[in-house]
């Protein structure tokens, strides 16, 4: 565990060296700015105007990190339900469970952000759009035969994560309204 946090750690520091992340930040940056202005052209208030930039922003680094910058030599598929937490629970595999709470982690951002962004959506949209974002990296990682393509444990978790940011940030968003 202690030597998967480490290379996670030096992949990490590493790719801020890397031209293909730069590309990557500088493009997030881009598209966030493209997005926030076409939404403030369009009367957007700011804090309407920001989330919905970010969520996209924030996806599109989050393809890039999960798709783009994987190579071809680490392909695999996992199509058994639940295999992460059978292997956390009967083998106490570590590693696994940082895997499950990055996956958790990693749609957190947008499901926290969209009652900012999409005032109106109620929890059920919320599950179709993480749902979709989730299974697009999926399916991308499984046609460009990079990373691992799981049917299962991905998706729920990320979907997971997304729906409890969407929780936090429904209540978060009531308390600031009840505020002004």
């Not at 966030?32 to 202005?37: A, K, R, S």
């Not at 996209?56 to 639940?82: E, G, K, N």
């Not at 937490?85 to 957190?108: P, T």
Request: hydrophobic share 50%; aromatic share 20%.
């Amino acid at each position: 565990m202690q030597i998967y946090i480490t290379k996670l750690i030096d992949k990490l520091y590493n790719s801020l060296f890397d031209p293909r992340y730069l590309i990557y930040w500088i493009s997030t940056v881009l598209i966030f700015v493209f997005v926030y202005l076409l939404l403030k052209k369009n009367k957007k208030d700011k804090i309407t105007s920001f989330s919905i930039s970010f969520i996209v922003a924030y996806y599109f680094m989050v393809y890039a990190y999960t798709v783009l910058s994987r190579y071809t030599d680490t392909y695999s598929i996992q199509l058994v339900p639940l295999w992460s937490y059978i292997d956390v629970l009967f083998h106490h595999s570590k590693l696994q469970l940082l895997m499950i709470c990055i996956n958790l982690a990693m749609l957190f951002p947008i499901g926290f952000l969209i009652p900012f962004g999409f005032k109106k959506w109620k929890w059920y949209h919320v599950l179709l759009v993480s749902t979709l974002l989730s299974y697009m990296v999926e399916f991308s990682q499984l046609l460009l035969h990079k990373g691992t393509f799981e049917l299962f444990d991905d998706p729920i978790n990320n979907i997971l994560g997304c729906m409890i940011g969407y929780c936090i940030g429904k209540w978060v968003y009531r308390k600031c309204i009840k505020r002004s």
